[in-house]
């Protein structure tokens, strides 16, 4: 096999409400609008294309771990603890439900944090050496 898969280019979110879900993550997270219908919401977000979907309201991006422990499917980096940290309290101060920043045991820490339709999100403090390296930041 040649060819790598190079990036994860879109990702997929299901959300009941296209209209009320997009401008959640546009007002909330800071995310950028590129198409709207009634069935999806196309924004840009994090260096990547996310696609939120008009789903029923049982649906989720999450999923029950092998000791029954709901799972989020993606985590975000942030540059640093202290960027973590002034994230964290912007979700609060936004409203945005948000767990604790903790420690998992490896590097970095973490906290998670939900949309509008229970959707939960990961963010780390690790930003990857590889993005950190093409983009030069330091720090």
């Not at 040649?2 to 007002?27: A, C, D």
């Not at 029954?68 to 940290?85: H, P, W």
Request: avoid cysteine; proline fraction near 1%; charged fraction near 30%.
């Amino acid at each position: 096999m040649r060819e790598k898969l190079l990036r994860v280019g879109t990702i997929y979110i299901p959300v009941t409400n296209v209209e009320f879900s997009s401008q959640w993550y546009i007002n909330k997270l800071g995310a950028e609008l590129s198409y709207k219908d009634e069935d999806k919401a196309i924004l840009n977000m994090a260096n990547q294309s996310i696609f939120l979907v008009r789903s029923k309201e049982s649906q989720s991006a999450n999923f029950i771990d092998f000791h029954g422990e709901k799972r989020f499917s993606l985590t975000f980096e942030v540059n640093g603890l202290d960027a973590l940290e002034e994230l964290h309290k912007d979700f609060v101060d936004n409203e945005i439900r948000v767990g604790d920043i903790e420690n998992r045991g490896h590097s970095g820490r973490n906290f998670v944090f939900y949309d509008l339709d229970g959707n939960k999100f990961d963010v780390w403090s690790e930003l990857s050496p590889i993005f950190k390296e093409k983009y030069l930041i330091s720090k």
